[in-house]
């Protein structure tokens, strides 16, 4: 039985194009999670001058199709500005593919979303943000949700992890019903202040664990 893939994704899966992480990145972002079939992270080096992208790589877990996009949308976003990889939709890497059956277009939304996420990531970096919105608990708890539980590959607010949010004065405070020497505890920490010290109103982010 013939593949459901065109020759330009099965491609694009066999030789995907800038794959791998970049050490030290000027953003990142990471969308899905394993547990649901697909994850896609994204990493960008941006020319701080002119807000070009210089360098993108992605990592992925998934399908052909998770991967073929993956790679397709760093090869359209590369060398673009900011503002021009942010018009690149999941219509745009579909049929840069040469198309992609109806039942994996998701794929492409995934990586689409990666890359804007990480674009967002940058501009909230270096204060290029246009509509600054205060940060409320929905903004924090919606931050969280793309901080993965490893242990079962969800978020940690979808896992239960989060057990309270509280904003006061700049200072975002999150409490995590898991213990400080919990083996993933350190790989958490981490991903909470990376989602959450970037807002433009974040002056401290205070992480508690159970005792």
């Known amino acids: 039985m013939p593949l459901p893939y065109s020759e330009i994704v099965m491609e694009h899966f066999r030789n ?13 972002s990471v969308e899905g999670s394993p547990a649901c079939g697909d994850m896609v992270a994204v990493y960008l080096r ?5 807000h070009r992208i210089t360098d993108i790589k992605f990592e992925s877990y998934g399908c052909a199709s998770n ?12 060398g673009k500005t900011l503002e021009e990889a942010k018009r690149i939709d999941w219509k745009d890497a579909s049929e840069a593919l040469g198309g992609l059956p109806p039942i994996k277009t998701h794929c492409s939304v995934l990586a689409v979303d990666g890359l ?8 909230e970096r270096h204060g290029l943000v ?3 919105q205060p940060t ?26 989060v057990s309270e949010i509280e904003i006061n004065d700049g200072t975002v405070r999150v409490a995590l019903d898991l213990p400080q020497d919990h ?26 664990f159970t005792d």
């Open 46 to 50: 941006v020319d701080e001058e002119n």
């Open 16 to 28: 995907p194009r800038n794959v791998g992480r970049i050490e030290d990145a000027d953003a990142k």
């Open 183 to 208: 083996q993933f505890a350190a790989a958490i920490r981490t991903e909470i202040l990376e989602k959450l010290e970037p807002r433009w109103d974040v002056k401290q982010v205070v992480i508690e």
């Open 130 to 132: 246009k509509e600054r």
């Open 116 to 123: 804007r996420a990480a674009i967002e990531n940058y501009e």
């Open 67 to 78: 991967i073929a996009t993956g790679s397709i949308i760093t090869e359209l976003a590369k």
């Open 136 to 161: 409320t608990v929905e903004e924090v708890k919606k931050r969280l949700k793309h901080v993965m539980n490893p242990v079962v590959g969800l978020d940690i607010v979808r896992t239960q992890i």
